[in-house]
């Protein structure tokens, strides 16, 4: 059980707004920030969002997340199909003391 | 290019002992906090250990405390995993990654895996 829930499946049309929840609470997202991260099969995970709304370089715009709360979200405008993958978010929990990841969205371009 | 490179996966039986390394190179290695990171095919991604840059401070996750111990030699650019009285549940695909924050993962290796027999 993750201390951050994501819920295990999205999916959506070519074209469509996607959105991927990620909810913790006061000890994790309420007072620190939330980083999201792409992976594909068989592929090494690559940070896809930094510090709640930052992308890196490369990432497209079409990619936005935000935090409101102990909730944050990504969000992906115009679908694509190479946007079929496993999305994780993850963030630092005071009360473990450590980071911790949510248990990750596969998210599927119908 | 940053390149992080483990290697050391192998097959081991339980309540045995490995020992994971990961070459890094393209980056400034002593300003960045390393993380092992494993995951299990099919499944999620879970934090196991992290250590500043200087090496001085550490974190364990509470599954692996006391038996699987991280360190890093900046003047080699080199983080290893130390594993001993490895279980069954610590049979996974293990990647390094390195970060700007003790949980902000910018570069990730390919991974290295551990099978754990009985």
């Known amino acids: 059980q993750s201390v951050l829930t994501q819920p295990p499946s999205a999916s959506g049309t070519p074209g469509q707004r996607v959105t991927i929840s990620c909810s913790g609470n006061?000890?994790?997202?309420?007072?620190?920030?939330v980083n999201w991260y792409q992976q594909f099969p068989g592929v090494a995970p690559k940070l896809y969002i930094y510090?709640?709304?930052q992308r890196p370089s490369g990432v497209p715009d079409r990619f936005s997340a935000s935090k409101s709360g102990t909730s944050a979200s990504l969000a992906i405008d115009g679908l694509q199909s190479e946007d079929e993958a496993h999305y994780y978010c993850?963030?630092?929990?005071?009360?473990?003391?450590?980071?911790?990841f949510g248990g990750g969205t596969k998210l599927t371009v119908l | 290019e940053v390149q992080l490179v483990e290697s050391g996966g192998a097959e081991v039986q339980r309540g045995g002992s490995l020992r994971l390394s990961c070459a890094a190179s393209g980056f400034k290695f002593a300003d960045h906090t390393m993380h092992w990171v494993r995951q299990v095919p099919g499944k999620g991604l879970q934090w196991v250990a992290l250590?500043?840059?200087?090496?001085?401070?550490?974190w364990h996750d509470d599954s692996v405390k006391g038996r699987l111990l991280i360190s890093r030699d900046n003047r080699r650019d080199a983080l290893y995993l130390q594993m001993s009285s490895l279980r069954g549940d610590d049979g996974a695909l293990y990647y390094c990654?390195?970060?700007?924050?003790?949980?902000?993962?910018?570069?990730w290796g390919r991974g290295t895996l551990v099978t754990v027999s009985p």
């Open positions: 993850a963030s630092w929990d005071d009360s473990l003391n450590g980071p911790v």
């Open positions: 006061n000890s994790n997202i309420g007072f620190n920030s």
């Open positions: 250590i500043s840059g200087d090496g001085r401070h550490a």
């Open positions: 990654a390195a970060g700007s924050s003790w949980y902000q993962l910018d570069y």
């Open positions: 510090t709640n709304d």
